[in-house]
């Protein structure tokens, strides 16, 4: 059985999607751009912040706009309720299953830190993780594979006794680029395509019975 599980954190563990496109829509309206569906912003996901707003803006992507934009952004986001981000069904449940088989767990996400660490606290206060990777200006972010191994790292163990759980084709990228096995849970943002990875989860409660053969 493994002794790390890594998780990705939207689409993953939280359904936060629909708070983060309302917000979204908000700072586009403040500049006159058109808003987005929830289907377009899901097919812009994978890379961090950065990338997804260049990607939303398009033509309007200019060096002044992006910044401009992502703060605006940032501002409306972190200043809203969420109220509509909430763990997926079975999630806390799945992990406090993995905590009580002594497996390290871990969270490898392009959303900030600080934001992952309050949504961590709020639903999951009483699981143990060992270490939360969030996105930092100053580091890679997914699919580079350096967050995954300073967990690695931290956990004391190899990347043959750790997996990283995601719901998308950057998830199946990083865990590459890292050389450890993949979970993709098909109940987040991905698409056909990223179900073709060798293990594909239909159901939450699944990894830590799929855990237990690897």
Not at 59 to 65: C, F, G, K, V
Not at 71 to 92: A, D, R, V
Not at 101 to 109: D, E, K
Not at 141 to 165: H, L, M, W
Request: aromatic share 12%; net charge negative.
């Amino acid at each position: 059985m493994k002794k790390l599980a890594i998780f990705d954190f939207d689409g993953t563990l939280f359904d936060s999607v629909d708070d983060v496109v309302k917000s979204f829509n908000e700072a586009l309206t403040v500049y006159g751009f058109p808003t987005v569906t929830r289907e377009e912003y899901i097919g812009k996901l994978g890379g961090n912040i950065d990338e997804i707003v260049s990607l939303m803006l398009k033509d309007n992507a200019t060096p002044e706009n992006l910044e401009s934009f992502k703060n605006t952004y940032l501002k409306i986001y972190y200043g809203s309720k969420k109220e509509n981000s909430i763990p997926f069904p079975g999630t806390y449940e799945t992990l406090k299953e993995l905590e009580s088989r002594n497996v390290f767990l871990a969270i490898n996400s392009n959303r900030f830190t600080d934001s992952i660490e309050s949504f961590v606290e709020k639903f999951f206060g009483d699981v143990d993780f060992l270490s939360i990777e969030g996105h930092d200006f100053d580091i890679p972010t997914k699919p580079s594979p350096e967050g995954i191994n300073r967990i690695i790292e931290k956990a004391g163990v190899c990347a043959e006794d750790s997996i990283f759980i995601g719901d998308s084709s950057t998830d199946i990228e990083t865990a590459k680029n890292a050389g450890i096995d993949c979970l993709i849970v098909k109940w987040g943002y991905g698409n056909e395509k990223d179900f073709e990875n060798d293990y594909v989860l239909e159901d939450i409660g699944e990894i830590s019975e799929i855990l237990k053969y690897f």
